[in-house]
C-alpha cells in the first residue's frame, strides 16, 4: 500500500512538479484554497483556520508537506500586510504542526526558503567568498525569511519533545520555476540559484523517506558557482544533483 502524504498549499508550481513525480510512489492529497490543475484528491481548506486545517488532514496521511506561500510587497510598512504575511508563514505553519501532533502523523517536510539567509547572497552569489551553510547565522533581508526562519525554529521545539514522534525536515528552496528552461535563458540568477524539476522531486522524496528527527537543507541543484551548500544535504539524506541550470541551457541548444 502506498504511504499517503498530504501537500498543504499543493496547488502551486512546487505542488504540481511533486504531484506528477511522486503520485505513482505515493497516495498525494492536495489542501489548498484553490484547487489545482490535476490531482485525484482535493480538498478545499483555508490553513490560516485552524479548526478547518485540523478537520480536512486525512487522519490517515503518513507526511505532511508544507508548501504555503503568498506573495507581498509592503509587509514592513502596511499593518495588514504584516498580518497577513505572518498568519501564513508562522501561524498556519505551527496550525500544520500541531495538527499533525494531535493526529499522530510523525513526519512534516516544511517549505522554508533560501530567504532566511539572503543577507548573503546578491543576484545568486555568495557574499562570503564561499558557499552558505545551515551553520551560518539566519540574517534575512526581509519580513519573508525571517517568519520561515521561526517556523523553523518552532519545529525545532516540537519536534524535540519526545512525547510528539514527530520528525520535521526544513528545505531551504532555492528557485524553482514551472518552465524551468525558458526562465533560466532569461534569468542569470537562475544560472546559480536553480533547483530543477527533478532534484525537487528527489530532494522531498529524500526528506519524506528520511529517519533523521530534525533537519536543515539548502535545495539548490549542483549549479556552478551556486551560492548554498548541499553537503549536509548529501551527508544526512543521500541527495545528488541529478541535473542542472548548465545542463538545461545545453538541452536548449540541442533543441534550437
Known amino acids: 500500500m502506498k504511504k499517503k502524504v498530504t501537500i498543504i498549499g499543493g496547488a502551486g508550481t512546487i505542488g504540481s512538479i511533486l504531484y506528477q513525480g511522486l503520485s505513482s510512489k505515493y497516495h498525494i492529497v492536495i489542501l489548498d484554497k484553490k484547487a489545482p490543475e490535476q490531482a485525484e484528491e482535493f480538498i478545499e481548506v483555508n490553513a490560516t483556520d485552524y479548526d478547518s486545517?485540523?478537520?480536512s488532514i486525512p487522519?490517515?496521511?503518513d507526511a505532511l508537506i508544507n508548501l504555503l506561500t503568498m506573495k507581498s510587497h509592503n509587509d514592513l510598512q502596511d499593518i495588514q500586510e504584516f498580518q497577513n504575511?505572518?498568519?501564513?508563514h508562522f501561524m498556519a505553519?505551527?496550525?500544520a504542526m500541531h495538527a499533525a501532533i494531535t493526529l499522530g502523523i510523525p513526519k512534516i517536510v516544511y517549505a522554508s526558503s533560501n530567504h532566511t539567509t539572503d543577507y548573503y547572497e546578491k543576484d545568486g552569489f555568495s557574499t562570503l567568498g564561499r558557499e552558505v551553510t545551515t551553520e551560518d547565522?539566519?540574517?534575512?533581508n526581509g519580513l519573508y525569511g525571517v517568519l520561515k526562519l521561526a517556523s523553523e525554529n518552532i519545529g525545532h521545539i516540537l519536534s524535540h519533545q519526545t512525547e510528539n514522534n514527530l520528525s520535521l525536515i526544513n528545505l531551504r528552496i532555492g528557485s524553482v520555476h514551472p518552465n524551468e528552461m525558458e526562465?533560466?535563458?532569461e534569468d542569470d540568477r537562475l544560472h546559480r540559484t536553480l533547483l530543477t524539476h527533478e532534484d525537487t522531486v528527489q530532494l522531498f522524496d529524500l526528506a519524506l523517506e528520511s529517519t533523521v528527527r530534525y533537519g536543515t537543507y539548502y535545495g539548490v541543484s549542483d549549479n556552478p558557482q551556486k551560492p548554498w551548500s548541499t553537503e549536509n544535504a548529501f551527508e544526512q539524506l543521500g541527495f545528488i544533483s541529478r541535473s542542472n541550470a548548465l545542463n538545461l541551457l545545453k538541452k536548449e541548444k540541442e533543441i534550437e
Open 85 to 88: 504575511m505572518t498568519q501564513l
Open 137 to 140: 547565522y539566519p540574517y534575512s
Open 183 to 185: 526562465a533560466v535563458k
Open 93 to 95: 505553519s505551527f496550525y
Open 53 to 55: 486545517l485540523h478537520s
Open 59 to 61: 487522519k490517515d496521511s
